[in-house]
């Protein structure tokens, strides 16, 4: 079973368009993120949620909205698609905290989905 | 903007150890220094993580010097299969987006 899943893996859409990325974990993980990849492989983080709430909202437009309907899924909304919007976006999931180093329990390791592609023509 | 300073590639032969070297001046006091290994259409994933010292496991060793200032991921005797972009997390200051600044990784090529 997938520990992080998000659908679709390729997404192909004209400019203009409204698109959605949905995002599951199975983990039981309080804290999910979404990344944004570009060709030069920047990984770059976009928001995150920890029990369904914002914790980080990088300088994304306000076209991208995240919904976090329960701390297992957490979807990317994409209003008004333009051409520098093409990337490889990325969920991903990690435990609570279980202290500090070197005695955190969880370590904060981030659990990564596959990726959509997303390309705008 | 304080981040973290990886080669941008490198290339090696099989059966070599490969050291990759992250420089993080201004890491955070309190939190880890983690390795992610990415392969070709697929997420990061989980290779390696250390505090302070040498950390070791089965997949890689990480050499963290006293000063925490940088780390060394080391793949002894890699194999075509380790091909694939490495990226050091190693998170600063005090806020949420600080720990999750992952940059441009290191790109390796392992040659037959």
């Known amino acids: 079973d997938t520990a992080v899943s998000q659908t679709p893996k390729y997404l192909v859409t004209q400019m203009g368009n409204d698109k959605s990325i949905k995002c599951e974990q199975n983990?039981?993980?309080?804290?999910m993120y979404w990344y944004k990849q570009d060709s030069k492989k920047f990984l770059k983080i976009m928001f995150s949620?920890?029990?369904?709430?914002?914790?980080i909202n990088e300088t994304v437009p306000n076209r991208f909205s995240p919904k976090s309907p329960d701390k297992a899924h957490l979807n990317l909304h994409i209003n008004s698609l333009e051409l520098g919007d093409s990337a490889v976006y990325f969920c991903?999931?990690?435990?609570?905290?279980?202290?500090?180093?070197?005695?955190?329990?969880?370590?904060?390791?981030?659990?990564f989905g596959a990726g959509t592609r997303l390309s705008v023509l | 903007l304080a981040k973290t300073t990886q080669p941008i590639s490198m290339d090696s032969y099989e059966g070599q150890e490969v050291n990759i070297t992250c420089s993080h001046n201004?890491?955070?006091?309190?939190?880890?220094i983690t390795w992610y290994q990415q392969f070709p259409s697929q997420g990061p994933r989980f290779i390696i993580q250390?505090?302070?010292t040498k950390v070791t496991n089965e997949v890689a060793s990480l050499f963290i010097p006293a000063d925490r200032k940088s780390s060394t991921l080391s793949l002894p005797r890699v194999s075509l299969s380790d091909t694939a972009v490495y990226y050091c997390?190693?998170?600063?200051?005090?806020?949420?987006?600080?720990?999750?600044?992952f940059g441009q990784g290191t790109t390796l090529q392992v040659k037959p």
């Open positions: 991903a999931s990690s435990p609570p905290r279980g202290g500090a180093p070197p005695n955190d329990s969880a370590k904060n390791i981030q659990y």
């Open positions: 983990l039981g993980h309080d804290t």
């Open positions: 949620y920890n029990n369904k709430e914002l914790i």
């Open positions: 201004n890491i955070a006091t309190n939190d880890y």
């Open positions: 250390g505090y302070k």
């Open positions: 997390l190693a998170p600063y200051g005090s806020s949420n987006t600080g720990k999750l600044i």
